[in-house]
């Protein structure tokens, strides 16, 4: 379980999550879904890097990304950084991005939000939101390296 965004300890306040639930994760089970085989610890070029957002990716594009996907409206980095806190503190959002490491910019998003129920014996659920992939980089299954939970299951999208 992860309480307030942390898992095993502190991680850099920069990080909306802990970075070390992405390590690990069994992706054994949809090797065959996915070719060419890639996984977020090796993405298929050694210039994309799977990783949780970090507040500075306000500047890497992130809203320009989004924007692919949906109306933003008028985020000033001040209510991103508000925004941003919030979200790391309530710790049930698991938003992770894929950073081309070349020129420093956000090219793909997932978001996975987790809750609480009572139901099913007081579980835990998510939902996967706000895929996107950035236009030019679309057909090199990448999307696929988004959506991950904090328990290490691998939840796949089309792409």
């Not at 490491?101 to 099913?120: C, N, P, Q």
């Not at 679309?138 to 089309?158: A, C, E, F, I, N």
Request: glycine share 6%; net charge negative.
């Amino acid at each position: 379980m992860v309480a307030n965004g942390k898992a095993n300890g502190d991680f850099h306040t920069s990080y909306l999550y802990n970075p070390d639930i992405l390590h690990g994760l069994d992706w054994k089970s949809v090797q065959s879904k996915v070719t060419p085989f890639i996984t977020n610890e090796n993405p298929g070029e050694d210039y994309f890097l799977v990783r949780p957002l970090q507040i500075e990716d306000y500047d890497k594009g992130y809203l320009q990304l989004l924007s692919q996907l949906t109306t933003v409206g008028d985020v000033s980095k001040t209510d991103f950084e508000v925004q941003f806190r919030k979200m790391q503190k309530a710790g049930c959002y698991f938003v992770t991005v894929i950073e081309d490491i070349r020129d420093s910019r956000i090219i793909g998003s997932a978001t996975l939000v987790t809750e609480l129920k009572f139901i099913h014996k007081c579980g835990e659920r998510a939902r996967l939101e706000d895929v996107v992939v950035n236009n030019t980089y679309r057909g090199k299954q990448l999307g696929k390296l988004l959506p991950m939970d904090q328990h290490s299951q691998l939840t796949m999208v089309p792409t």
